[in-house]
C-alpha cells in the first residue's frame, strides 16, 4: 500500500473522512500528519458549527408572503381576494387595505409618531457607532444607551400594540387570524434578535437585526393604523 | 396539504396551494439568500423574486428533478445575476472562484499560536467569513454545508459537475478556516497587547 501526502489525503479523502467513510491508507496518513489532523478537525469543526447557524435561521418575515402575493395578484397568477375590502372610487385597493380593512381608527396617531420617534433614537444608537470608531471611555456609556434606547423601543411598541387590539371591534376572524399570526412571527424574531444582543451587545450585525425586527413591528402597527384612517 | 397536492394545485393557479409551497420552502430560500447577500432587505426581496419566479413557470414543472431542488435552482439564479449585476461583471461560477487557491497541502502558520478553530467559532465570526467568501465557493458552501444538500443536488442546482461542486466546496472550507483563524489571530493579539499595556498603565497610575 502506498501512502498518501498532504494534497492526496485532502483531495482524495477529506470529505468522504468527514463523513465517515475512512480507508486504512487515510487513516495512516492522518494519525501520522499533525497538519491534516489539524486541517481535518477544524472542517469538522466548521461543517457542524454551520449546520448549528442554520438550524437556528428565522424565517422570512411575514410581510415577504404579503408583498409576493400582492404581486402574484397584479400579475394575474392568483385570484384578487376582495373579501373585506372597502377602496376609495378609483384607487388600487392595497394589500395593507385587503389585510386589515376590517380594523377601525384603532390606533391614534401620536402613538404611533411616539413608536417612531423610540425607533429613530434606538436606530441612531445602534447603527451609529458605524459613522466613526468610538473612544473605549465612550463605550460603556455607549452600549448603556443602546440598551436603554433598545428597551424604551421595546416598551413604546408594546404599549402601542395594547391600543391597537384593544380598538378592534368585532374583526373578521380569518383576517383577524391572520394578524394574530403575523404580530407572533414578528414577536418571535424580536426575542430571537434580542437574545442575540444579550449575548453579544457589542455586535453591530445583531443590533442591527434587532432594530429591522423593532422596524417590522412598527411598520405592521403603522399599517394597521393607515387602514383605520381610511373611509369604512 | 402534501407537496405533490400542493403542485399540482398550485399549477392550476390556486392561491391556497401557492402559500402551502411557500410555507414549506421559504425558510430555507430566505436562508440561502441571506447567507449570501448578507442583507435582510435585499435576502427578503431575493426571496420574493425568487417564489415569483418560481410560480410564474410552476405550470412547466413536470417532476423531472425534485421540486426543492428546481426552487433552489431558481433562487440561486436570482442571487448570482443580482451579485454580477452589482459587480457589473458578468462572469462564468468558475470566475467567481479564486483560481490560484489549488491547496497543495495544508497551510502552515510558522510562530503563530496553535490554534484549532474546534470550540471557539462563534455565529458572528463564522457569518463574517462567509461574506468574504467568492460566490461561487459561497453557494456550494451554504448549500452543502448548512442546508445539506448533496454534491448530485449541488450540480442539479448550480449547473455544474459533481466534481466541480466537490472542489468547490473544499477550497470554500479552505478559505473558510484561513479567515476563521485570521479571526482567532487577530484576537488572540488583542489580549496579548492589553495585556502588555495593562502592567504599563498601573505603574503611571
Not at chain 1, 482524495?12 to 500528519?33: I, K, N, T
Request: hydrophobic share 40%; proline share 5%.
Amino acid at each position: 500500500m502506498e501512502a498518501l501526502n498532504c494534497s492526496q489525503f485532502l483531495a482524495d479523502h477529506l470529505e468522504s473522512w468527514l463523513e465517515g467513510v475512512r480507508p486504512v491508507e487515510a487513516e495512516a496518513h492522518l494519525r501520522d500528519c499533525p497538519s491534516c489532523q489539524s486541517v481535518a478537525s477544524d472542517v469538522a469543526a466548521i461543517a457542524s458549527f454551520a449546520r448549528t447557524v442554520a438550524n437556528q435561521d428565522p424565517d422570512p418575515p411575514a410581510r415577504v408572503w404579503v408583498a409576493l402575493r400582492a404581486r402574484m395578484e397584479e400579475e394575474g397568477l392568483i385570484a384578487r381576494d376582495t373579501a373585506n375590502v372597502v377602496a376609495r372610487p378609483g384607487q388600487p385597493v392595497s394589500w395593507t387595505a385587503r389585510w386589515f380593512g376590517w380594523i377601525p381608527g384603532a390606533m391614534p396617531r401620536p402613538a404611533l409618531a411616539a413608536v417612531y420617534l423610540a425607533l429613530m433614537a434606538a436606530g441612531g444608537y445602534m447603527i451609529g457607532s458605524r459613522q466613526k470608531p468610538l473612544e473605549s471611555d465612550s463605550r460603556d456609556a455607549w452600549y448603556q444607551n443602546t440598551h436603554m434606547s433598545a428597551t424604551q423601543a421595546s416598551a413604546v411598541l408594546d404599549t402601542a400594540e395594547q391600543n391597537t387590539l384593544s380598538g378592534l371591534h368585532e374583526p373578521n376572524p380569518v383576517v383577524a387570524a391572520s394578524f394574530q399570526k403575523n404580530l407572533v412571527l414578528v414577536d418571535n424574531y424580536i426575542k430571537l434578535c434580542e437574545k442575540s444582543v444579550r449575548e453579544e451587545p457589542q455586535n453591530e450585525l445583531a443590533r442591527d437585526y434587532l432594530y429591522d425586527a423593532y422596524r417590522q413591528k412598527a411598520d405592521l402597527l403603522d399599517q394597521i393604523s393607515d387602514r383605520g384612517e381610511e373611509p369604512q | 396539504m402534501p407537496e405533490a397536492e400542493a403542485i399540482r394545485l398550485a399549477q392550476q393557479g390556486n392561491a391556497e396551494a401557492f402559500e402551502r409551497l411557500y410555507q414549506l420552502h421559504s425558510r430555507r430560500v430566505y436562508s440561502l439568500c441571506l447567507r449570501m447577500v448578507s442583507n435582510t432587505a435585499e435576502a427578503e426581496d431575493l426571496t420574493q423574486e425568487a417564489f415569483l419566479q418560481l410560480f410564474r413557470k410552476i405550470g412547466t414543472f413536470r417532476g423531472e428533478s425534485a421540486f426543492s431542488t428546481w426552487l433552489h435552482r431558481l433562487a440561486v439564479n436570482v442571487v448570482l445575476m443580482r451579485l454580477r449585476k452589482k459587480t457589473a461583471i458578468v462572469s462564468s461560477l468558475d470566475e467567481m472562484t479564486e483560481p490560484d487557491e489549488e491547496s497543495s497541502g495544508p497551510r502552515r502558520d510558522f510562530g503563530g499560536p496553535d490554534l484549532r478553530l474546534t470550540g471557539s467559532i462563534d455565529r458572528m465570526n463564522l457569518q463574517r467569513a462567509i461574506e468574504q467568501l467568492p460566490a461561487g465557493y459561497k453557494s456550494v458552501f451554504v448549500l452543502h454545508d448548512m442546508q445539506g444538500y448533496e454534491h448530485n443536488e449541488i450540480a442539479g442546482i448550480m449547473g455544474c459537475s459533481i466534481g466541480n461542486s466537490k472542489s468547490q466546496l473544499h477550497k470554500a472550507r479552505m478559505r473558510l478556516r484561513e479567515l476563521l483563524h485570521e479571526t482567532l489571530r487577530d484576537k488572540a493579539r488583542e489580549v496579548r497587547q492589553a495585556e502588555k499595556s495593562e502592567p504599563a498603565s498601573e505603574g503611571e497610575e
